[in-house]
């Protein structure tokens, strides 16, 4: 879709419906809060409008969506929990692997529970107006066809779109990506040779298709099966990534749709407004000295954080500067005191603690990055795997950042990093920049708009 197009879908979808009748909407998604909170975001807002969503999703969300009055629908494989750090932290121990990381989330999460999921979303869409489906949801189009409700797919990064035109940096080996940009025809070639690696998800869900009366699909469901031909939603901003020629003829790019609580028992914040919502501590701590780096791993990393607090410490002493470590976790509370001008927290709303920071480092999840594009800070981006390399890589390019893999981040890469951009006033002008732009868009809205269209058609 071309720059016209894209003007053209938003116009057309900006004609809400609401006003005429309740719809039962349903939202699948699985992952971390990046991939549950664009999700919260948009049931707030359907919700508001008068619609019935319904977040279709793992177990251990039910804390944040009853905080907020918003139904869930369990769906399998059931995923440990925050209250269970010495189950979960293993698991994601595996799953943050720059090499292999991708590949043991699909073996361990994914393919051996195709049945439990498509049985699980089934259930979720019955009596449902529409079903949007998240990349991970890999039975969804199937439960879509089976059912005949209206579907919508959704992508949460660029790099999911996986064009050859825009190709992603894969985690697994980032220099290839230089090797795809030579042209198109590698991209092309190097995308088959992927659709061959990850063809037992192919033959799995063609498998569950026949034990449910479907026939087989000869769409790959990491490649092209997981798009939508009624509405791709691609839940990120313009800044990170352009359409493409091969992206799926109707998608709209929405910009992000933002929700930053933790929502949790004991939290001493308003979980359901916007604003003022830091600790007394931590707003005491920024207030009394000038802005800190803020270091932060988003929900997933910090199981994995092992000395990357420690080490982030001595950056900043080396620097001069405050700090303020979202630690995630209190196990990953350093055992020695604090040094002056350094704190350290569990959690805070970025939307509220990031445009406070003189620099941002964190490990480019993309709920993570939209925070800190939207917070107009320079970044430095420590990617640990999956869509994090691509991610950080369209900061550096962006020029509001720069990139440094999390097996080469110590004291002194970051202190060399972070002295970079703080010397630099290029970086500092672009991340305003770009902040400016992303503050401009309203990737909820976009999004609900362009549902309540597809809904306004049925």
Partial sequence: MNEQQSASAASSCAVPTSSFVSRRIVLST???????HPYVALALELKARGHRPVIATSEIYREKTDALGLELHPVRPVVPSYDEPDVIAPLIEKMMDARTGTEEVFKTFIIPHLRDTYDDLLAAVRGADLFVTHPLTIPGPSVAERTGVRWVSSVLAPGSMLSIYDPPVPPQFPPLHRVMMLHPAVGRALMSLGKWKWGAMWKALNRLRADVGLAPSNAHPLFEGQHSPTLVLALFSRVLADPQPDWPPRTLVTGFPFYDRRDRAGDDVDTASEGNNLSPALADFLDAGEPPVIFTLGSSAIWVAKDFYRESIAAARALGRRALLLIGHERNRPAEPLPAGVAAFEYAPYGEVLPRACVVVHQGGVGTTGQALRAGRPALVVPFSHDQFDNGARVARLGCGRMLARGRYNAASATRELRAILDNETYHMAAT??????????????????????????
């Fill in 30 to 36: 699985f992952g971390s809060f990046g991939d549950i």
């Fill in 433 to 458: 920049e770009i902040g400016r732009r992303v503050q401009a868009e309203d990737g909820t809205r976009a999004a609900c708009d362009a549902i309540e269209e597809v809904l306004g058609r049925a």
